[in-house]
């Protein structure tokens, strides 16, 4: 099994550019979710899904846009990139219903100068 | 890659010791709690989980406790091996059904052989 996959593993951007970070898995699980990761702390949560067609905001969602047409891909956009948005980038897939666990991707790291 | 590890509270311990990793929570309606362990370059792969209506679950070789008088879980490992190096991170499920988790920021658990 694949798991949560995401791509690419890094990224160079530069300020102003734009770029989508992709994820999918292949556990059919209905939720799913990007979290950013800075040094010194913990994930944070960006947006996230209970499923195809629904989307909502997290902890820090400004500057991002997301989608989520199928049940297995959530990409994650940035429309106009900006340096404090260097981060390590992580998606989440977990089943429906309270308290199930969520299983991690591999990361995206992202730099933009 | 850059460590995720950096700025980050220390445990060192010898090897074959046990260690014990302590996390404050923000929320007190939480009602799920996770515990995380991210090696270099990965992502945060579950370690044990808790629901509020426990004080105590135990894995293989860990333990987890919450108090939720002081807010407050701890995460035992015993007989801790240098595969056990990694930081580990616990979260709150405060999303209910949606599964939104905060992270705390984590603590660098170093094995010395």
């Known amino acids: 099994n694949a798991g949560v996959t995401q791509t690419p593993k890094f990224q160079v951007l530069k300020t102003g550019q734009s770029m989508t970070l992709q994820c999918a898995q292949d556990m059919n699980h209905e939720y799913m979710s990007w979290y950013r990761q800075d040094p010194g702390m913990g994930l944070r949560l960006i947006h996230y899904?209970?499923?195809?067609?629904?989307?909502d905001q997290g902890e820090v969602p400004n500057g991002y846009n997301v989608s989520r047409s199928t049940t297995e891909d959530f990409p994650l956009r940035l429309l106009s990139a900006a340096p404090s948005q260097t981060s390590v980038y992580f998606c989440a897939s977990s089943y429906p219903g309270m308290n199930t666990e969520a299983f991690f991707g591999q990361g995206t790291r992202l730099t933009v100068v | 890659g850059e460590s995720v590890g950096l700025h980050l509270p220390t445990l060192s311990v010898q090897e074959g010791d046990n260690s014990i990793i302590n996390c404050a929570y923000s929320?007190?309606?939480?009602?799920?709690f996770i515990w995380y362990k991210q090696e270099s370059g990965k992502g945060p792969q579950f370690i044990i989980d808790i629901r509020s209506n426990m004080d105590k679950r135990q894995g293989q070789r860990v333990t987890v406790l919450l108090n939720k008088t002081v807010k407050h879980l701890s995460l035992q490992i015993a007989a801790t091996q240098p595969g056990d190096s990694a930081v580990y991170f616990c979260?709150?499920?405060?999303?209910?059904?949606?599964?939104?988790?905060?992270f705390g920021t984590g603590t660098l658990l170093a094995v010395q052989p």
């Open positions: 899904s209970v499923g195809a067609g629904i989307t």
């Open positions: 929320n007190s309606a939480s009602d799920y």
């Open positions: 979260a709150e499920n405060y999303g209910g059904a949606t599964n939104k988790l905060i």
